[in-house]
């Protein structure tokens, strides 16, 4: 659509979290061939990354026991990374086997979070997670590293700058290739953000940044907007909303796929996203999962959806 208040055709990079961060969420197991199926819709829409699934213990999370089926199964589209979520050394060699295109890695930056998520301290974390780091530069696979709680943690509260930057720059002496910075529980607020991201990047200028936002407090397309007026060129996001999470029964999941592109279209990004069949991919999803999503840009069609006056009688 034509739109005058167009400023800038800056690249902006969208990444599919769905069928990891939205599907993990999930209590009832989603057909593999669907998920394979909502994979290839997506890889025509447009995105610059798609996190398939998570090779992560299948009795820890039975909804991505198949998540080998998964990877073999997609149709892979050239100049799509397909990542997937690697707890351990362990899932980094199952991930191998099927030749994932990167490693995402995981770990929170907040002790009482990790406990929590990962049963141990993030400095075994970290060890755990170095080991991996070395076979994936012994495989020449890339990697990235997500650093959960990021801004806040459910159970301690606010993560200071210098404690986010402990593990920033620990990580980035090992040689990964991105950091994405997770606001797991939705506890980011737009001026923080702005600070932060302005933080990493001027110490950081060459590592693939990425901001992860969860929508549990209704601040995460703001919080999108407020990292990239901060420089931010790449985001997460799941489509319809998808997700949930454990602190906050109820909450909506992941900043939505489509409200994201559909906002960074309008604002003259280049996002090279085809926002119509997210929407239609958006729309199978709710009958896959037997109720609707909380994306209201379903609820509401694009900006462009015009409506006739109703009759006068
Ligand atoms: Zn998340």
């Known amino acids: 659509m034509p739109n005058i208040y167009k400023s800038t055709q800056k690249r902006i990079f969208i990444q599919e979290v769905v069928t990891r961060d939205g599907f993990q969420a999930e209590s009832i197991f989603i057909p593999t061939q669907e998920k394979i199926a909502l994979i290839n819709r997506l890889s025509n829409a447009g995105y610059d990354k798609i996190e398939v699934t998570s090779f ?3 009795k820890a999370i039975p909804m991505l026991a198949d998540a080998e089926a998964v990877m073999l199964g997609i149709e892979r589209i050239a100049g799509i990374q397909y990542t997937a979520l690697i707890p351990n050394l362990r899932g980094a060699e199952r991930a191998l086997a099927v030749g994932v295109d ?5 770990m929170s930056v907040s002790e009482a979070h990790n406990q929590a998520n990962l049963k141990m301290s993030c400095d075994d974390s970290f060890k755990a997670l170095s080991a991996v780091i070395h076979l994936a530069h012994t495989n020449q696979t890339a990697i990235n590293i997500s650093l959960s709680t ?21 990580f980035a002496n090992t040689g990964v290739h991105g950091i994405t910075l997770c606001d797991t529980t939705g506890m980011a607020n737009p001026s923080q953000v702005q600070v932060v991201c302005q933080a990493v990047q001027s110490k950081y200028p060459n590592l693939q940044w990425t901001l992860h936002f969860h929508n549990t407090r ?3 397309l703001a919080n999108a907007l407020a990292a990239l007026n901060a420089g931010i060129d790449r985001f997460d996001s799941s489509l319809g909303g998808l997700g949930g999470c454990p602190y906050a029964p109820g909450a909506t ?19 090279h996203m085809q926002i119509d069949t997210l929407l239609e991919c958006s729309q199978d999803l709710q009958k896959l999962i037997g109720r609707s999503l909380p994306s209201q840009l ?16």
Request: net charge negative; glycine share 10%; with cysteine.
């Open 56 to 58: 992560t213990n299948p």
């Open 102 to 106: 990167e490693f995402n890695l995981v």
């Open 150 to 170: 990021s801004f806040g943690c459910p159970m301690t509260g606010l993560i200071s700058l210098p404690d986010l930057m402990y593990w920033v720059d620990r």
């Open 218 to 220: 209704g601040m995460g």
């Open 253 to 271: 999941g992941n900043i939505c796929t489509e409200e994201l592109v559909h906002m960074l279209d309008l604002m003259g990004l280049d996002t």
């Open 298 to 313: 379903l609820m509401a069609g694009k900006v462009d959806r015009l409506y006739q006056a109703p009759c006068q009688s």
